[in-house]
């Protein structure tokens, strides 16, 4: 599975963005997918999951009411909505998959990963 990231960039703080990642391959539905981030000195952290069915989510606390993941099986790509973002969400931001079914939060757990996107949030 190879991922394509894309849809951050700069944006005030309170503002929104949506993070998509394509990924490539037919086993695309097979794998749950997540969202990390890394913040600048900071080591990756987990943001968001979702299962290969969409119908399950999981977050990190400090985004849950704020972002939302969600997919489309029939275009083989995931998303991120963050709204009411903050000068702390600036990251780049990753997408990755897992062939786990069970929820994972270490980067290490994930089988492959896009490129990132740069979020900044201005104060």
Known sequence: VQLQ???GGLVQAGG???LSCAASGRTYS???MAWFRQGPG???EFVARISRSGGMTYYRDSVKGRFT???DNAKNTVYLQMNSLQPEDTAVYYCAAD?????RT???QYD???QGTQVTVSS
Do not use: D, N
């Not at 062939?99 to 929820?103: A, F, K």
């Open 42 to 44: 900071k080591e990756r």
């Open 106 to 108: 270490a980067a290490v």
């Open 5 to 7: 990231a894309s849809g």
């Open 16 to 18: 929104s963005l949506r």
């Open 30 to 32: 097979s794998y749950a």
């Open 99 to 103: 062939r786990s079914q069970v929820v």
């Open 112 to 114: 492959y990963w896009g």
């Open 69 to 71: 993941i969600s997919r």
